[in-house]
């Protein structure tokens, strides 16, 4: 059974700082993309970054320069070190990692997401 478990969400003033962590079991974590992505209220879920097998990291514009993705594939886990926090990264943050191999087997993960609020 594959599980995604996400942790380190919570309430945070803006300007701060939260860890997120990630920990699957159920897969070989290290042929999978992992990733991070945010769903706000009234909006629809869009990636905050990811990082493929190989090490490419990608992110979206909002985040350059804030927050840190990085995967430690002997833990199984991969993380999101958020800086700079703004009441607009307010949502819910999921872990979720994929694998295709191009000859058409393809898998798609969720963790269950972890709340982030950044507000006074």
């Known amino acids: 059974q594959v599980q995604l478990v996400e942790s380190g969400g919570g309430l945070v003033q803006p300007g701060g700082s939260l860890r997120l962590s990630c920990t699957a079991s159920g897969i070989a974590f290290n042929v999978y993309q992992m990733g991070w992505y945010c769903q706000a209220p009234g909006k629809q879920r869009e990636l905050v970054a990811r990082?493929?097998?190989?090490?490419?990291?990608l992110y979206t514009d909002s985040v350059k320069g804030r927050f840190i993705i990085s995967r430690d594939n002997a833990k199984n886990s991969v993380y999101l070190q958020m800086n700079s926090l703004k009441p607009e990264d307010t949502a819910i943050y999921s872990c979720?990692?994929?694998?295709?191999?191009?000859?058409?087997?393809?898998?798609?993960?969720w963790g269950q997401g972890t709340q982030v609020t950044v507000s006074t």
């Open positions: 979720n990692a994929k694998y295709s191999n191009g000859l058409g087997v393809e898998f798609d993960y």
């Open positions: 990082v493929r097998r190989g090490g490419d990291i």
